[in-house]
């Protein structure tokens, strides 16, 4: 069986199996995901604010946001938990990260579950994970004349090796079939819509069974109606050393692609699951209501790590940074 040479061959296969064009969720699939060239399974750093990486998150700021994620765990489960008796199951974290580090000793165990990794969560867990669903594969939307039509990809025939967005004849799945039957498409020609169904039967897979605890899921996100009332051009975009384009199909697997999750598609997944409602508050209000001991202990230090502790602090919840561009969508299962 020959192997393709680079990510053009894997891209062409699966536009030849399609007709000539492929789904934007196929394309966004092979572009992060392919085994040998997708963007996350590259062997280089792609977090941090180091060169050569391409973006940072709230976890690349270290262990403040792994102590306030520990009190917010500790106030969701109540005073009267041990963590102890808990995992920290950390899904879909990058290697090298250390914002946990500190938290040893705090848990049963903290386990790391990585890309290609099984996903087990034992019997009593706090499962956090830090953008996960923003990175999953996304379909594209656009309306004409009052119908939803979904966007594809296909090879430049004036540049080959490049590729470029197009439409395709029908929509590609019975899931995006459904989406589109409940939600009326703008009457304004063009709107487009990015649609992450995959981040869907994810989030199931992670609250299946029967583990008990606390899910916390800091991302970004809108709802359906913010999404079709402030943004025309959708929430798609690409990230490559620091930059964020709109530039989607440029190096597929050289840069990261990325959508806003859809609030009210995952929320109703908590409870269908057992848990309590799934709930959003924007990262500033979720760390200010659940974590207050940790930030009172963060402001009032005096030891020589106080003001930078206080300066990542800010970072993480001045509405300006991040407090208000992260929202965390979190839930509970009590222990019987």
Request: aromatic share 10%.
């Amino acid at each position: 069986m020959s192997v393709p040479a680079d990510i053009r061959a894997v891209l062409r296969s699966r536009a030849a199996a399609c007709g000539g064009k492929m789904s934007f969720r196929d394309f966004s699939e092979i572009a992060l995901f392919d085994p040998a060239f997708g963007y996350y399974r590259q062997k280089r750093e792609r977090v941090g604010r180091a060169a050569g990486t391409d973006f940072y998150t709230a976890a690349s700021l270290g262990e403040v946001f792994g102590r306030l994620v520990a009190n917010a765990a500790q106030t969701l489960l109540g005073a009267e938990e041990d963590l102890r008796g808990y995992a920290l199951v950390e899904i879909g974290s990058e290697p090298g990260q250390t914002h946990f580090d500190a938290l040893r000793g705090r848990f049963a165990e903290i386990r790391a579950v990585r890309l290609g990794d099984a996903l087990e969560i034992p019997e009593k867990a706090v499962v956090f994970a830090n953008e996960l669903f923003d990175a999953q594969p996304f379909h594209r939307l656009v309306s004409r004349a009052g119908t939803w039509e979904e966007c594809g990809v296909e090879e430049d025939p004036r540049e080959p090796g490049a590729w470029r967005e197009t439409r395709l004849d029908a929509l590609s799945s019975d899931a995006l079939e459904a989406f589109a039957a409940d939600v009326p498409a703008p009457a304004e020609d063009g709107w487009r819509l990015d649609v992450p169904l995959d981040a869907e039967p994810l989030l199931k897979k992670i609250l299946a069974g029967n583990w008990r605890g606390a899910a916390i899921f800091p991302d970004y996100g809108k709802t359906v109606a913010d999404c079709l009332d402030a943004y025309p051009e959708g929430t798609a975009r690409a990230y490559f050393r620091h930059r964020q384009s709109n530039a989607l199909t440029f190096a597929p697997g050289e840069q990261d692609l990325t959508c806003h999750v859809l609030w009210d598609r995952l929320r109703p997944i908590f409870p269908a699951c057992g848990f309590s409602a799934g709930t959003v508050l924007r990262q500033e209000a979720f760390f200010m209501k659940f974590a207050r001991e940790e930030i009172g202990r963060i402001v009032a230090g005096t030891s020589p790590e106080a003001a930078r502790e206080r300066a990542v602090l800010t970072e993480l919840l001045h509405p300006a940074k991040m407090g208000h561009a992260f929202q965390v969508l979190f839930g509970t299962r009590p222990p019987r």
